[in-house]
């Protein structure tokens, strides 16, 4: 096999089957706030991929300000589903020294009639876990 060529039309990884509802692109829009900062409305696309085989998905993140267009948050990492069902998330975000300051963050995915929704939540050295982020999101 021509080893600079990626294989093609392999299987996803058996732990990813599952999950493969994930795959592709989301895209939908939020709302964001906290006790310290102004609310504000946000457009989003997520997008999921997995490499045949890899028992890994990949995630790309984007928003976007709704009015304007104008670039906001960005993030990118690795979904990782483990044995005991539970999934390790590992992201770097594109403001990377707000996260250091960052406490404590959850974030609840849930899938509703089809679409993709989400809470984010966090705590800062300041504040207490309070929500930050909703979003609802469809497969495109
Ligand atoms: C888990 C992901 C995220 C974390 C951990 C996070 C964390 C934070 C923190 C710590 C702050 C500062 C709060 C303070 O000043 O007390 C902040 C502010 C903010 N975040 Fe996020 N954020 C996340 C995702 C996002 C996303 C996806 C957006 C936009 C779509 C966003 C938009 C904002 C905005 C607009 C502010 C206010 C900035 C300002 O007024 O200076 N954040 N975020």
Redesign the pocket.
């Known amino acids: 096999m021509d080893s600079v060529t990626p294989p093609s039309a392999a299987a996803v990884h058996p732990v990813i089957v599952p999950l493969s509802y994930l795959l592709g692109t989301w895209r939908g829009q939020?709302e964001?706030g906290?006790?310290?900062?102004?609310s504000?409305s946000?457009g989003?696309e997520l997008h999921f991929s997995s490499n045949p085989g890899k028992p890994v998905i990949a995630y790309n993140?984007k928003?976007?300000k709704l009015n304007s267009g104008e670039p906001?948050?960005?993030?990118s990492g690795y979904w990782r589903p483990k044995p005991d069902g539970t999934i390790e998330v590992v992201?770097a975000?594109s403001?990377g020294i707000?996260?250091v300051?960052?406490k404590e963050?959850s974030?609840d995915f849930e899938l509703v009639n089809g679409d993709l929704s989400y809470v984010?939540q966090?705590a800062?050295n300041?504040?207490g876990i309070q929500p930050?982020?909703k979003?609802l999101l469809k497969k495109l």
């Open positions: 939020g964001g906290y006790p310290t900062i102004n504000f946000y989003e993140q928003t976007w906001m948050h960005a993030e992201i975000q403001t707000v996260e300051q960052v963050i974030r984010v966090m800062t300041l504040t930050h982020l979003a």
